[in-house]
């Protein structure tokens, strides 16, 4: 029902921004909230940030609060990431999905998933 596409990865230095985007199609995206979850290599998936239905709430893990911005655009059905101040341990593939559910604990269930996009940020 939902197919999602990111864009907007790539090599940043430390301190730096970049900011990416989820392109969405299908007649369900309004309904769901979004998520953002990153791999590093070697690592299990984690989850990032994630933003409510109409863009009301927002959510984030501790390790990005106060440099990472979730925002979506229901208009266009796109959902970004805005990230600043990044940091070498930032580094991974960056997945956004549509989620069905968001506890309190930030456990999601994911209905779908996109194909991920790569975040290098060196030094």
């Known amino acids: 029902q939902v197919q999602l596409v990111e864009s907007g990865g790539g090599l940043v230095q430390a301190g730096g921004s970049l900011r990416l985007s989820c392109a969405a199609s299908?007649?369900?995206?309004?309904?769901?909230?979004m998520a953002w979850f990153r791999q590093a290599p070697g690592k299990e998936r984690e989850f990032v940030t994630a933003?409510?239905?109409?863009?009301?709430?927002?959510y984030y893990a501790d390790s990005v609060k106060g440099r990472f911005t979730i925002s979506r655009d229901n208009t266009n059905d796109t959902a970004y990431l805005q990230m600043n101040s990044l940091k070498p341990e930032d580094t991974a593939v960056y997945y956004c999905?549509?989620?069905?559910?968001?506890?309190?604990?930030?456990?999601?269930?994911?209905?779908?998933w996109g194909q991920g996009t790569q975040v290098t940020v060196s030094s």
């Open positions: 933003i409510s239905w109409g863009g009301g709430a927002t």
């Open positions: 299908g007649r369900t995206f309004s309904y769901y909230a």
């Open positions: 999905a549509a989620v069905r559910r968001i506890y309190p604990d930030l456990r999601t269930i994911a209905d779908y």
